[in-house]
């Protein structure tokens, strides 16, 4: 199992490119449990999740981000919030929601799914939340994209980068 893990988490990569095929119900739902079960402060799980499925509410949101036709174009938009009413410290529940993600990301890649982190919209917050119907102890703080990679993923153009760990790994 370990070795499958970090397996995973290393072939894991962002893909932005998905073919039409929906997500079925049950790999989405193993996508939201694997969100559901991550850490974070105080086990305050700050975060809140709407799954944009309607086209009109997708296009307005597409419109308020430089990545209009990916986020139109993928089978499943996930919106995730802070909700700051379950939260205690931005910097802490941030840290959850990052892990919370990142869970949802490896497990969709566990899947044979491809997914997108969008790290928010480029137009105002309060636009999105307007779109979003959101409350007002909640807050956008990304989307998470999820399909099925199109064939033009299966070469992705680039191999992918990381800093050798001896450039940020320091001991004292
Ligand atoms: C906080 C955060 C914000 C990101 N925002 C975007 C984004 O807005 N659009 C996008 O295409 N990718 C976004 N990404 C994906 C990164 O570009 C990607 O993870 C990085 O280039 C490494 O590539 P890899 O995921 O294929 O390993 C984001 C990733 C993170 C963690």
Redesign the pocket.
């Known amino acids: 199992m370990a070795e499958e893990v970090l397996q995973a988490i290393r072939e ?3 893909v ?1 490119a998905f073919s039409p095929e929906p997500v079925s119900a049950s790999d989405l739902e193993k996508i939201l449990e694997a969100g559901r079960w991550a850490p974070s402060g105080k086990n305050t799980q700050p975060w809140a999740f709407i799954l944009v499925k309607s086209k009109a509410k997708r296009a307005a949101l597409a419109g308020l981000s430089r ?1 209009k036709e ?1 986020i139109e174009s993928a089978p499943v938009c996930l919106a995730v919030l802070l909700d700051r009413e379950r939260g205690y410290d931005r910097d802490k529940d941030m840290q959850g929601i ?1 892990a919370c993600v990142e869970n949802m990301f490896l497990a969709a890649h566990a899947l044979g799914l491809g997914a ?5 919209v480029s137009g105002s917050k309060e636009e999105a939340a307007k779109v979003l119907e959101l409350k007002g102890n909640e807050e956008l703080v ?1 989307l998470l994209l999820v399909g099925h990679p199109a064939p033009s993923e299966a070469s992705p153009p680039g191999p ?1 980068v990381r800093r050798p760990l001896q450039e940020f790994l320091r001991e004292i």
Request: overall charge positive.
């Open positions: 894991r990569r962002s932005r990545q990916l990052g997108c982190w969008v790290g928010g990304m992918r």
